[in-house]
């Protein structure tokens, strides 16, 4: 500290245009940093730096300290009208939001979410052919289309730990590349033999399970906490527009390209993402040449006043303190609370194409249109989920009960909208329905997928990782359980009732054992 005080008395001293009184009249010392007029405050730093040189000659300590406090606040601000007062802290406006730099990022992120889930949701589609083809069972439909979640199954606890390790964005190229491939590649597996088409399906799911931790790192390292909740709500939009690409157009390419054409028009797409996003991303905001001093400056001004992201990646503790993560119950809130968010997505995303084709009898294109216009509402209401998260917030909401109360539309909302779905008479009404469940379902992207974040930023990926093999785990038994449900009983509604009942008593957990503050998982436990 003494040596930067020498420094800057030096550099004060050079301006000869400042006199030096002789008799040491001071001025209250509030008007220095309190000033509100910006036309005065270069004439302020003129009269503080006077002042500042006549306390140093008399060996004042507390301006010693306020001139240290000056020289450091300096050194974080362009220019001297540039005070990080949190009152004088503005949100950027709409217009310069949507331009921005971090948000080229984010939609490069919805992109890649968006390839991920119509590479999954082609499978549904082309399903329904290969059984009346190959003779299989529902039972046995259901195992085949749970085969992606074998691979899921594996990859989330070690990719979030590279994730971590290496960053988001060398771990999502390497992703997207390698699930393009399987997807690319699933033709040649179909025709090859079952054992293959499952290996495939499965190395799919291996590849896309590092997805969400690398969107979750990302947007931790690019994004102040009062506008996550929307960068997720664009992120997530992406994957849900996803489902409805792949639900609507999947159809059509097979009925041009056959049964498997899909499968080689979105493989080759990701490889064309990979491309740009290699080439016109980067990891961290001060890494990026292109980002503007200004969003820069509030990147970091703003995450400082939350908790610090690490901005490289972690030369060290590359095994993750997996029993302190597990032995606070606010881990166990989003492990629940994403098992539930798995199980609903998946019986919406595997088993509504046929719901609609053997409940209502329409036909395969029909079905697919009437499950697709559920995820684009759903992309629409999560970035409206997340905005209202982010409004909540900055006016001065806690973050604890804002998490609780998206997280408790996200899981009632559908539940309620299921028991309406079992008595839909039609398939419009039905369609209706189902919407407004998978509409409602997304708010829990600004609970619990931005609580990841919050409570284990150091552990985020790791702990997206956790909470994703629980996901997963809950999404193959609702997978496989729903098709041998329907066998047994003969009904859809039954098992959609239980799931409601599921959803419930899942709020309910997370309500109860949520939090929205940083939880220190660095102590250790005790026996």
């Known amino acids: ?294 969003e820069l400056e509030y990147i970091l001004n703003e995450r400082k006043k939350s908790f610090l992201v690490e901005n490289k990646p972690k030369t060290t503790k590359v095994i993750p303190p997996f029993r302190r993560l597990l032995s606070k119950l606010p881990t166990w809130s989003l492990i629940i609370a994403n098992a539930m968010h798995s199980w609903g997505f998946f019986i919406f995303l595997s088993w509504m194409p046929i719901y609609f084709n053997s409940v209502y009898h329409v036909d395969l294109r029909q079905a697919a249109w009437f499950s697709a216009v559920p995820w684009t509402v759903m992309a629409i209401m999560g970035y409206i989920g997340g905005l209202w998260s982010d409004i909540m917030i900055r006016n001065g909401m806690s973050v604890t009960l804002t998490r609780k109360i998206m997280q408790s539309i996200g899981f009632l909302g559908p539940g309620i909208a299921l028991v309406g779905l079992t008595t839909a008479k039609s398939p419009a009404v039905a369609s209706a329905w189902l919407t407004l469940a998978v509409g409602l379902k997304s708010f829990s992207h600004s609970g619990f997928l931005v609580n990841l974040q919050e409570i284990a930023p150091q552990y985020s990926g790791v702990l997206h990782g956790i909470s994703n093999t629980g996901g997963t785990l809950a999404a193959i038994l609702g997978t496989v359980g729903a098709g041998f449900f329907v066998e047994l009983v003969g009904s859809f509604q039954g098992f959609l009732l239980f799931t409601s009942l599921l959803y419930v008593l899942a709020a309910l957990f997370y309500n109860v054992f949520s939090t929205g503050e940083r939880v220190n998982f660095d102590e250790p436990t005790h026996e």
């Open 1 to 294: 500290m003494n040596s930067a005080i020498r420094s800057s008395y030096l550099t004060l001293s050079r301006d000869r245009s400042v006199p030096i009184p002789e008799t040491p009249k001071l001025q209250p010392f509030p008007r220095f940093f309190d000033s509100t007029n910006r036309n005065n405050r270069f004439r302020d730093v003129s009269s503080g730096s006077s002042l500042l040189r006549t306390r140093l000659r008399h060996d004042s300590a507390e301006f010693r300290t306020a001139l240290s406090h000056r020289v450091r606040l300096s050194s974080k601000n362009a220019q001297f009208d540039s005070f990080p007062d949190e009152n004088e802290a503005q949100a950027p406006s709409f217009a310069e939001f949507i331009t921005s730099e971090r948000v080229k990022v984010v939609a490069m992120l919805a992109l890649a979410l968006a390839l991920c889930n119509a590479d999954r949701v082609v499978m549904s589609v082309a399903i329904v052919p290969l059984s009346l083809s190959n003779g299989w069972s529902r039972s046995f439909a259901g195992i085949v289309q749970s085969s992606f979640l074998w691979g899921y199954l594996i990859s989330p606890i070690a990719g979030g730990t590279l994730v971590d390790y290496y960053g988001g964005k060398v771990v999502m190229a390497w992703g997207v590349a390698l699930w393009s491939l399987a997807t690319f590649l699933t033709p040649w597996a179909a025709e090859t033999s079952l054992w293959a088409l499952l290996a495939m399906r499965a190395l799919l799911g291996i590849a896309e399970g590092v997805a969400l931790p690398c969107m979750n790192n990302m947007v931790a390292r690019w994004f102040p906490q009062t506008e996550r909740a929307r960068a997720v709500g664009i992120a997530m939009a992406g994957f849900q527009l996803g489902s409805s690409v792949g639900l609507m157009l999947s159809p059509i390419l097979m009925s041009q390209g056959g049964i498997f054409g899909p499968f080689v028009i979105f493989g080759l797409s990701g490889f064309l993402w990979v491309l740009v996003w290699l080439s016109a991303t980067s990891s961290t905001p001060d890494r990026n040449p292109q980002i503007s001093k200004y």
